[in-house]
């Protein structure tokens, strides 16, 4: 894709909206690998709070996730994206049960949107045809939910996230046609891009994917987020990517700061570094230094973005 082409699809985005929105992609274990409890996501949210209250969660079902998480972010302020993992049917059927279950425990307006699936697409655990059933059964199932108030959550957005490369396949139509929202990850480390280049790749590849949905959905004010992106302080280098904080945070202020200011919605890939994740051998090694705070909750670098310009 072009850089006009890229240019004219920003701004349709920005003139709905000057800012793009960020939210974090939160873990639910702690450093030891035991499901966080409430008290410890009150504490995230505490230190969230400064720059989001917003985050996206995986599952609903695993470590008790709804059920804790869900009453903790509502107590907080937080909107959440909760996730549904669809790709075996004992798993899926454990989310359904956890919605019907814990749903009614909180408020509609705590749940931001319900995601089915996280790269389902890309990992090929699903055909489109099969992620656009489980979405529309997913759909199905809320109209016989109601919220702590005794309101549906018939109309909550329900959809998926994907790899950006995957979303440009005329193969994920089905799912995209079936979906409330689509958002889309793009990881220019894992491209192997120099830091110089890092931002200009990451433009593109969600220009592109922003481009397919608004084609098969015919609208231009969508729901649309960066479903993760981000980059690892420390590991090894893979190809050409370089993990530092130094470059973490150049891809923070050049990609999505900078994407925030063209209006596009971003979920930063993470919140905290993971310290459970265990070191294995190549480049998964960096698998547990893509949190913007570290495992002691610390700030690696300034978030704050210039939209000045």
Sequence with gaps: MRFSTIVALAGAVSSVQAIGQLAFNL??????????????????FSILSSYTKKVRVYAASDCNTLE????????????????????????FQAEQDAL???LPNIKKSTVEAITVGSEALYRADLT??????????????LKDVKDSDGESYEGTQVGFVDSWNVLVDGGSRPAIQSADFVFANAFSYWQGQ??????????????????????IKGETDINFWVGETGWPSEGTAFESSEPSVDNAHAFWN????????WGINVIAFEAFDEAW???????????????????????????????SS
């Design 194 to 215: 120099t830091q110089n280049n890092a931002s200009y790749s990451f433009f593109d590849d969600i220009m592109q994917a922003l481009q397919t949905i608004q084609g």
């Design 27 to 44: 873990g639910v274990k702690d450093n030891q690998g035991n499901c966080k409890s409430a008290e410890e996501y009150k504490h995230d």
């Design 68 to 91: 804790i998480l869900g009453p903790a972010a509502e107590e907080a302020g937080f909107t959440v994206f909760f996730g549904i993992w669809p790709n075996d049917d004992a798993h």
């Design 100 to 102: 019907k279950t814990y």
């Design 128 to 141: 489109a045809q099969e992620l656009s059933d489980k979405i529309d059964t997913i759909r199905d199932l």
């Design 254 to 261: 050049d990609a999505i700061c900078a994407i925030r200011g």
């Design 277 to 307: 994740k265990p070191d294995t051998s190549g480049t998964s090694d960096v698998e547990k230094y893509w949190g913007v705070w570290d495992a002691d909750n610390k700030l690696k670098y300034q978030l704050s973005c210039d939209f």
